[in-house]
């Protein structure tokens, strides 16, 4: 049984910084496609983030250069790294193994706000 938790999310103002975690269980996060998604209020669910197996990295263009996605194959973690956050990243994120028909974790706030 495939099991994600995220952690890290919380309140952040403009400009600045948070790290979220998916602890994966009953998979192994080096050897699946990882993604992080968001979803704000009233829309829908969108692609943040995408490594696959090979390590390679895919971004939507709205985050490029403010977010990166990384493991920890040891612990088998996938975080989630995002800076210079704006209002428009207030959303909750969730973890996903295995692409829009696979697994998720239960999700995250993230508000972003003075």
């Known amino acids: 049984q495939v099991q994600l938790v995220e952690s890290g999310g919380g309140l952040v103002q403009p400009g600045g910084s948070l790290r979220l975690s998916c602890a994966a269980s009953?998979?192994?996060?080096?050897?699946?496609?990882m993604g992080w998604y968001r979803q704000a209020p009233g829309k829908q669910r969108e692609l943040v983030a995408l490594?696959?197996?090979?390590?390679?990295?895919n971004y939507a263009d709205s985050v490029k250069g403010r977010f990166t996605i990384s493991r920890n194959d040891a612990k088998n973690t996938v975080y989630l790294q995002m800076n210079s956050l704006k209002p428009e990243d207030t959303a909750v994120y969730y973890c996903?193994?295995?692409?829009?028909?696979?697994?998720w974790g239960q999700g995250t706030q993230v508000t972003v706000s003075s």
């Open positions: 996903n193994s295995g692409g829009v028909d696979g697994s």
């Open positions: 009953g998979i192994i996060v080096r050897i699946n496609a």
């Open positions: 490594m696959n197996s090979g390590g390679s990295t």
